[in-house]
């Protein structure tokens, strides 16, 4: 247990619309990472908040946004929601501004049908 | 464009035996290179890094190897036991990490 928990674990839904995924952080971490793990593909980086402020950017779409709170929880928006969007989203955290060592959490399964 | 290429999605090795992940990148500017493992239904875990300045980084079973000259590094698993059964991913770091495509690696008693 890597101590981030991510929910929900599933979730189906229909093209155009709009979920939000959450994840919170292990304990005392700052930085919280999403990436997305799309069919045949390796982790693609989207985003990271470092203490509620946006510190990198990767490949996320412009429908999608994010966002850290004061608790350092972290929610993941995914809007006008298209087939290709079916995924496994990880959430990861690490203590510092950026660490290579990351702590995953299990994932939320994305369905778009 | 993909920076960081696992060429081969799946290995089969017998216990006991060496195991071999590669992984070869393009960008010069990487400054970290990492190997996760991940179980299904987990996340994926952190195994061990290397530093670009670096060749060889070893920790127990578990040994990196990096080529500059020809942008590959290789991950050695001796010897290699079933729960070593995962999908190992590759990554590289600079300030971002960039993650292969992954290599199913499974033991066989």
């Known amino acids: 247990d890597s101590g981030v928990t991510q929910t929900p674990k599933h979730l189906i839904t229909a093209t155009g619309q709009r979920v939000t995924l959450r994840c919170s952080p292990r304990s005392g971490d700052l930085s919280v990472y999403w990436y997305q793990q799309s069919l045949d593909q390796g982790l693609q980086f989207l985003i990271q908040?470092?203490?509620?402020?946006?510190?990198a950017k990767g490949n996320i779409l412009e429908r999608f946004s994010a966002q850290q709170f004061p608790d350092l929880h972290s929610e993941l928006n995914l809007s006008s929601l298209e087939l290709g969007d079916s995924a496994l989203y990880f959430c990861?955290?690490?203590?510092?501004?950026?660490?290579?060592?990351?702590?995953f959490g299990p994932g939320t399964r994305l369905t778009v049908l | 464009d993909q920076q960081v290429k696992q060429n081969s999605p799946s290995l089969s090795v017998q216990e006991g035996r060496i195991s071999i992940l590669n992984c070869d990148y393009t960008n010069s500017m990487f400054d970290y290179f990492l190997w996760y493992k991940k179980y299904p239904a987990e996340g994926p875990t952190f195994l061990i890094s290397?530093?670009?300045?670096?060749d060889k980084n070893e920790d127990g079973r578990f040994t990196v190897f990096l080529n500059k000259s020809a942008k590959h590094l290789s991950l050695h698993i001796v010897p290699s036991q079933p729960g070593d059964s995962a999908v190992y991913f590759c990554?590289?770091?600079?300030?971002?990490?960039?993650f292969g495509q992954g290599t199913e690696l499974s033991v066989k008693p």
């Open positions: 990554a590289a770091s600079t300030r971002k990490l960039i």
């Open positions: 290397i530093s670009s300045i670096k």
């Open positions: 908040y470092y203490n509620g402020e946006e510190r």
């Open positions: 990861a955290s690490s203590v510092g501004s950026y660490d290579n060592e990351q702590f």
